[in-house]
């Protein structure tokens, strides 16, 4: 079970409908991600590439609210989360490392602009990468995946989530790129304006971009820059 440690920095949120559900699984899939079940609340529905606020069902950590994406599809009875685990401070996501199947957490209201709007590129980063992968499986089941490309950064092969999947049902139109090492077969570089330049000739389709704040600044503006609009680049602002 999870162990108590007293957070002094917990303060009261505002008033909004929350919901305590039970951790059904909790298991590492990478390194630093842990992959989460939980029940679902009766009535509790979202649309893919959506998220909520999550807390810990704890004292001291009840109003500590992180948002995290979920994975799974809308129609399945139980909800799913990926979360990047980050043991060097003692914050929330360090505690969720800690927890186990029975244990609680607090469910807040669904959010998020992230979702499908047409055939486009998908552009994340690390974790960010968890938004889409509700999409790209509720596209995948729908037989509807024809036209989309994934385009996935991450600092070295051990980052990547869910690598497998994400194979099987984007085949050639995953691609995999890594910003600190060079392996046979995969490409060892940044998304930048030029890598944009290289690989995409068409800029007026749709754009699917989510990652680390500095990540998503900076492909956005590129995108902006190369002919995008705002209608078509999707993001979390």
Known sequence: M???????????????????????????????????????????????????????NLPGWKNQLRPFSFTNLNDQNYLEFMIKIYEDHEGVTNMLGRSNTGDELIL????????????????????????????????????????????????????????EELQKMLSHDFIKLFTRENIVGYIGRRIDRNYLIENITDFGQHFYVCGPSEFVKNITKHLFDLGATADTVIFEK
């Open 108 to 163: 807040h209201d669904v959010f998020g602009v992230i979702q499908y709007k047409g055939p486009g590129v998908f552009i994340a980063g690390g974790a960010g990468i968890t938004p889409f992968i509700s999409i790209l499986r509720d596209l995948y089941k729908h037989r509807r995946l024809r036209g989309n490309k994934l385009i996935y950064s991450n600092k070295t092969s051990t980052d990547v989530i869910m690598e």
């Open 2 to 56: 999870l162990i108590w440690i007293k957070n002094p920095g917990d303060h009261k949120s505002s008033k909004m409908s929350n919901h305590i559900v039970k951790v059904l699984e909790a298991y590492f899939i990478t390194h630093d991600v842990k992959r989460f079940v939980v029940e679902k609340p009766t009535g509790y529905s979202f649309i893919s590439g959506q998220a909520t606020k999550v807390s810990i």
